[in-house]
Each structure stands twice: as structure tokens, then as C-alpha cells.
């Protein structure tokens, strides 16, 4: 398995999929096979639309998204 980076946050609003969308360019730039993930989204769909968007491939960006904008474990 290869380098893993995980970025996480306190808070909704914060920038976690900015940051992820950034650091994902910047290794598709560097040509690095790379994807992105954020596994329980909750609320909007943007920024799986972002991420998926920024991978062009057919990898999922998700395993369940919750509609209700709360924390995951509590949706």
C-alpha cells in the first residue's frame, strides 16, 4: 500500500474538501496515482462533486451519504 494522507477537521465549513481538492491537483500535476475519499458525507453533495470532479474516474468519493447535515455517527 502507498503513502496515505488523512485530513480531517473540528468543524463543517472549515476547508477539509478545499484542502483535499488542493493537495489532490496537486498530485494529479506531479502525475502521482492518487484518489480522493470522503467516506460518510453528510448534508449538500458539492463537495463529493468537487472531489469526483478533480479525480476524472470512475472511483467513488463515498461509501454512504447521509442527507441530514450532521456528524456522521449521529446521522
Known sequence: MGR???VTGTDTGVGK?????VLLAHAQAEE???RA????PTGGVG???LL?????SAFPTNFRH???PIAPWSA
Open 66 to 68: 447521509y442527507p441530514e
Open 17 to 21: 474538501s478545499a484542502v483535499t481538492g
Open 47 to 49: 463537495d463529493e462533486a
Open 52 to 56: 469526483s470532479a478533480l479525480q476524472q
Open 32 to 34: 502521482l496515482n492518487v
Open 37 to 40: 475519499l470522503k467516506p460518510f
Open 4 to 6: 496515505v494522507i488523512f
